[in-house]
């Protein structure tokens, strides 16, 4: 195989430049858009935990409302019990005790039966934003699995770009010099996918630091590869590659 002069290297660098931008570019956005996908699947379960909470609440007076249910029962009871021992009392004392016991029972039965009543409505309520927010969570619901099939089609199509550009990559890095492959790949990574940028206006593109004349009287010789002194990317003209 013929020497590859400098100048032709950079021309090729220049175009695996172009691509492996894209890689980069394609990169980011798979590791990027299931991060999205993750933040409205974190919000659908807490709306989900939230749904729990309510239902727990819900049970919870459910069960306060059967506890005070047996508590009227027993208090009618002791009622019936009180008012029954009324007939069997000698003396106006003891009968008039017994009236106040009974009286009291009486209000203790009021009380628990205005909680009950309470709790009904208590129930009632929670029961409908219940039926609410299962509404919404069904919305909700349909919403993140469709954002989550569009993040996944995404993903597929950005790893099918991604394969199809490392592919070509590989057919164009036969033709460019080992040590300057490995000098722009490192700076590549380094860069964060930006290692060879134009000269423009007398400033790097990569840093927009500026060029000295003397370091662009280097980059148009085309004899070896000149770097930023400010950001060490590889450096070229636009115009006369």
Known sequence: M????????????????????????????????????????????????????????????????KGKEVDLQAKEEDILKHNGQLSQLKTNKEYKAKLTEIESLKADK?????????????????????????????????????????????????????????????????????????????ILVGKEGLAMVPVANGSCSGCYMNVPAQKVNEIQKHDQLIYCESCARILYIEEEL
């Not at 990169?27 to 935990?49: D, G, H």
């Not at 509404?135 to 099918?160: F, G, P, R, T």
């Open 2 to 65: 013929p020497e590859v002069s400098v100048r032709d290297q950079i021309k090729r660098l220049v175009e695996l430049q172009k691509i492996d931008e894209e890689i980069y570019e394609h990169k980011k956005n798979l590791k990027e858009k299931p991060e999205e996908i993750a933040l409205v699947k974190v919000e659908f379960e807490r709306r989900k935990s939230g749904l729990q909470v309510l239902e727990d609440q819900l049970k919870t007076k459910q069960v306060e409302r």
């Open 110 to 186: 009021s009380i628990i039966e205005e909680k009950i009543l309470i709790l009904f409505d208590e129930i009632d309520n929670a029961d409908t934003s219940i039926q609410k927010e299962k509404e919404n969570l069904v919305e909700e619901e349909k919403k993140y699995l469709a954002q989550k099939k569009e993040v996944e089609d995404m993903v597929k199509d950005l790893e099918e770009k991604v394969k199809v550009l490392d592919n070509k990559r590989k057919q164009m890095v036969g033709d460019i010099s080992s040590e300057s492959l490995a000098r722009y790949e490192r």
